[in-house]
């Protein structure tokens, strides 16, 4: 083989070298973009199902806030309307409009012949009653407006921990 010839294959051996790298250049190159494409789509999914479920748990909690809130109204609304009745309650023990009285128990021991078989619901005729001083009654009702209002405060919680808890 002459130096020339030795050349050209040489030469020719580097050009189809060079083809075949660029071949496979051509190639990888449309495998790489194919496989952005795929990756494309796959975080589009992602992104799509993502923002799905934010939706959805937006809607959830936007529920359950609105119905927290119309509990709060309803407990602030019990609350008031108890505080009120108690004032009014209060207000005619005050004025003696209203008195409060306890049914008196036959005693044996006492002599005293008062039925212990209570009547009907209602005013009892033929029982013996005694009438509390008004300052006690006011005591009285200011016992029963605490508990009136720890029992309104309980409702609301357990309300509360109904809508939260799955």
Do not use: F
Not at 36 to 42: I, T, Y
Not at 71 to 99: C, F, G, I, P, Y
């Amino acid at each position: 083989m002459t130096p020339v010839q030795k050349l050209a294959s040489l030469v020719l051996m580097a050009v189809a070298a060079g083809a075949a790298w660029q071949v496979q250049d051509w190639r990888m190159g449309k495998r790489l973009a194919e496989q952005a494409g795929l990756h494309q789509e796959d975080l589009a999914a992602i992104t799509k199902a993502a923002s799905a479920q934010t939706r959805a748990e937006q809607k959830k909690r936007l529920a359950i806030e609105q119905d927290l809130a119309a509990q709060d109204q309803q407990h602030v609304r019990e609350l008031s309307d108890a505080k009120r009745n108690q004032a009014l309650l209060r207000d005619r023990l005050a004025t003696a409009d209203v008195r409060l009285s306890v049914l008196l128990v036959e005693d044996p021991a006492s002599g005293c012949n008062v039925p212990t078989a209570a009547g009907a619901v209602g005013v009892v005729h033929a029982a013996r009653r005694a009438q509390l001083d008004p300052a006690h009654a006011q005591r009285i009702i200011g016992i029963t407006d605490a508990g009136d209002q720890g029992l309104i405060a309980l409702r609301a919680c357990q309300a509360y921990i109904r809508t939260i808890a799955p």
